[in-house]
């Protein structure tokens, strides 16, 4: 039998990937006929083949649709490039574009965010504003297979629960709609070449020091030669798996929240704690977790550890306290009340007696020089890389900064606080000394211990930040680059 046309070839790739975007529509039920329909579209491959495909579909459910690209200002000459790219698509498709401009690493300073979480809120502010407006009930965004696979990877490897490990969800809410999500990326740009679509490259794509970059680049082609050819099958598999376990779980939890909760307003939620010690651990954990999720809307930021620091407090600790979360979540507890509230401003000023407060533990990975903004404590931690010549007298420097010989610490660095059993070599004295007696010894109050940043390369100790570093990292007559670090108190 005769090969079939290349014609007809480039005709079964469209057919194929349309079919598989229209049967994840109907499993997911995203569109209803008349739906007003907001893509958001990057310029790059995945936003491109989105929105053409949709643009394909749209008759089926009579819907409008239009774009919606945000310009982050973070590449320069390539983010005008990416708007100018959009606008020219949306009007070879005769749709309305809604093109703004926001300065992402100026949002990132004056809240003291990662650049990441920065541009998320942005970018979702943005598109939710667009729609707001403009009367759009949902909202497109082009996340697929591989986008999965690789955030399942990066929860896992992170230990996250089974909300991490349930990936990307279909849809979020009643808005957000993500069309592509099983199709692979592979198709994707078989696609666009098939049909001759152009689009733009993000270069920060290839940028190795995100940690994503590395998974895409490295770990996953890693692992599908040398372990699972099907790897990203077998995470997106995990991933459908967990989703399951996760909404049925959620669904046990329900009614012990409700006995529970004894008020639910807008700033604020009450849990009876009689008995709570009771309930197997799972439980406990769910129990915190769905209390913040009804009030602060999402769990973004809110980890492992902060849950489990809230449940110690609710069980075994003392029987008043306070604990601070990110986003200016405050848990309080009063006897046999856990108070879950959120602050518009910040929970505590800097003089506020701290005796009752207690510190989660928390971790931040620095993967260059940069700002590091504590959300547990309302510390930063500035980092900066400069020549030997730049360091002034480290007499005159005071105990808040240090500096470090760069070749002897090794990216990425972390920032954590105290744990049992933490040992360092404090400058000038020989061998190494537990934490905790450093500590007592240079009589550090009890209260501060657990909010004092530690900052630890390649899992050791270079830096009790405030007070001593490490002997390993000390500038020597040899040293050319140095590491600053600068602690600045709430």
Not at 197 to 216: A, C, F, H, M, P
Not at 258 to 274: K, V, W
Not at 330 to 351: A, E, F, M, T, Y
Not at 401 to 422: C, E
């Amino acid at each position: 039998m005769s090969s079939q046309p290349k014609k007809d070839q480039k005709k079964i790739v469209e057919k194929t990937i349309v079919r598989s975007v229209k049967q994840t529509i109907g499993e997911h039920s995203m569109f209803q006929v008349g739906d007003q329909v907001l893509v958001a579209v990057s310029g790059g491959p995945d936003s491109v083949a989105l929105i053409h495909l949709l643009n394909t579909i749209a008759p089926l459910f009579s819907f409008r649709m239009a774009i919606a690209h945000l310009n982050h200002c973070l590449r320069q000459n390539e983010s005008e490039r990416d708007a100018e790219f959009v606008l020219k698509l949306a009007q070879k498709l005769n749709l309305p574009a809604y093109i703004e401009k926001i300065d992402v690493r100026q949002y990132r300073s004056e809240h003291k965010l990662s650049l990441e979480e920065a541009a998320r809120r942005v970018r979702y502010a943005f598109l939710d504003q667009v729609a707001a407006e403009h009367g759009f009930n949902k909202i497109a965004l082009g996340h697929h297979y591989d986008d999965n696979a690789e955030l399942i990877l990066m929860h896992l490897l992170r230990g996250s629960g089974p909300l991490g490990l349930s990936g990307i969800p279909p849809v979020r809410g009643e808005k957000i709609v993500r069309p592509l999500i099983n199709v692979q990326r592979s198709e994707i740009i078989d696609y666009l070449t098939e049909k001759k679509l152009e689009y733009v490259i993000d270069t920060s794509n290839s940028d190795l020091n995100y940690q994503r970059n590395k998974l895409r680049h490295h770990l996953i082609p890693e692992l599908l030669t040398a372990y699972n050819p099907r790897i990203r099958e077998t995470l997106n598999r995990l991933a459908s798996v967990m989703q399951s376990e996760d909404e049925w779980l959620d669904e046990l939890i329900e009614p012990i929240f409700q006995q529970r909760l004894l008020s639910h307003e807008t700033l604020e939620i009450r849990l009876s704690l009689r008995e709570f010690e009771k309930l197997p651990l799972a439980a406990r954990r769910r129990l915190i977790r769905r209390a913040i999720l009804a009030l602060k809307g999402d769990l973004r930021r809110i980890t492992f550890k902060h849950v489990d620091a809230v449940i110690q407090m609710a069980g075994t600790g003392p029987t008043t306290g306070h604990l601070d979360l990110p986003d200016r979540v405050g848990i309080q507890r009063n006897h046999q009340v856990l108070i879950i509230s959120k602050k518009k401003d910040r929970l505590r000023s800097r003089g506020e007696d701290l005796r009752n407060q207690i510190c989660p533990p928390y971790e931040y990975t620095i993967n260059s020089p940069e700002l590091v903004h504590i959300e547990e404590t309302g510390a930063f931690i500035k980092f900066m890389e400069i020549g030997i010549e730049e360091v002034t007298e480290f007499a005159h420097t005071g105990q808040q900064t240090a500096f470090f010989d760069i070749n002897k610490v090794k990216f990425p660095l972390n920032v954590r606080n105290f744990r049992p059993g933490d040992r360092f070599s404090p400058l000038g004295m020989a061998g190494t000394q537990k934490l905790k007696k450093f500590f007592i010894n240079t009589k550090i109050p009890q209260e501060q211990r657990a909010r004092c940043p530690l900052l630890v390369s390649s899992g050791k100790i270079i830096w009790v930040a405030g007070h001593r570093m490490d002997n390993s990292v000390k500038v020597s007559a040899e040293t050319r680059r140095v590491l600053k670090a600068e602690l600045l108190l709430a």
